[in-house]
């Protein structure tokens, strides 16, 4: 089960009862969830452990500096309908949910993810966005992002892949997702059927650190590549994640041997 509330963090021994007054004031702002995946790699130090310092809140969260902004990537000032941020002519992103598996503490859009969040899309206001892709030619590409669109149900899913696919114009659906990573059990053959398309689709594995690619998430990463579907990646830099460029080098190389993980 996710570790969800700061009691949680303390019982797991990945924060101390001296801070829980601060992080309890964290949690009420900004979401607080680790999986089973990612707790099982936390290791015996987890104020420097690079995957605790991505997942588990701290008092630095309540530091708010005056130009800091609450959407500080202007995804509002393009956002044409709810659900769609359309800031380049040939692409646009789908935003079908706010809900994360595990919630990033750095987080550009923290203040929208998570239970109290900005949610789901509802039933009509999923067709307005998907209205908006369909009425405008100029979308070559369709991101679809959130919060992360691998929590939502495989028929759901499925639901947005065909409407899409249905749409001459898309050439190409992505999806943003940590699930291969932090819940990896969850890219079953159902979740991998929701995905079947015509058109092109990728699926882009947000990872931060060599550690996160365990052999269940390469196995993960491999069921979706052995279904044809092409993956790339994306990292953040952040500090006390990164140990320097060997580093990255390492997550660098184990993404490129992912193809190879059943034969490992
Ligand atoms: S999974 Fe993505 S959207 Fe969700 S908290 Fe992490 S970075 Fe933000």
Redesign the pocket.
Known sequence: MSLRTIEALIEAGFATDDHRAELETVAASYAVAVTPAMAALIGRAPESDPIARQFVPSAAELTVSDDERYDPIGDDAFAPVKGIVHRYPDRALLKPTHT?????R??F??EM?GPDGAGNLSGDELARALAYIRNTPSIWEVIV????PFVLSPRRLGEIVAALDAIDHVRVIRFHT?VPVVDPDRIDPALIRALSARTSVYVAL?ANHPRELTAAARAACARLIDAGIAMVSQTVLLRGVRGGPGRLDRLAALLRCIPLADQA
Do not use: L, Q
């Open positions: 994360c598996p595990v919630y990033c750095f987080c859009r923290r993810v992002t959130g919060g992360d940590r947000h």
